[in-house]
Nanobody
């Protein structure tokens, strides 16, 4: 059973950078054919896929967030992290770390199967 646990600040000031970490147990962040990513759910319940890092270290980002997003991993700790710069109140959401599924032939992400419990992030001065 794969388990994911988010950690990070619940309150961020406008213009600051959000840093979240996801700790993984029951599976390796380097295991084929998975990617480890982030999604967020807004107060109005809309969900946005933000990006992911694949088993071989490639990063893929949502085009709308690519200029502000960085995802990295620490294989020795079996963790991966999200950094989102220039935060605004519009970034207020529940952030989830997830395990994405990667197609073994084309290397494309096509779904997800596990997710963490989520962490509320509020952007406010």
């Amino acid at each position: 059973q794969v388990q994911l646990q988010e950690s990070g600040p619940g309150l961020v000031k406008p213009s600051q950078t959000l840093s979240l970490t996801c700790s993984v147990s029951g599976g390796s962040v380097a295991a084929k054919y998975y990617a480890w990513g982030w999604i967020r759910q807004f107060p109005g319940k809309g969900v946005e896929w933000m990006g992911a890092i694949t088993y071989d270290g490639r990063t893929v980002y949502s085009p709308s967030l690519e200029s502000r997003t960085s995802i990295s991993r620490d294989t020795s700790k079996n963790q991966f992290s999200l950094q989102l710069t220039s935060m605004t109140p519009a970034d207020t959401a529940v952030y989830y770390c997830v395990r994405d599924l990667v197609d073994s032939v084309f290397g494309r992400i096509y779904g997800l199967d596990y997710w963490g419990q989520g962490t509320q992030v509020t952007v406010s001065s």
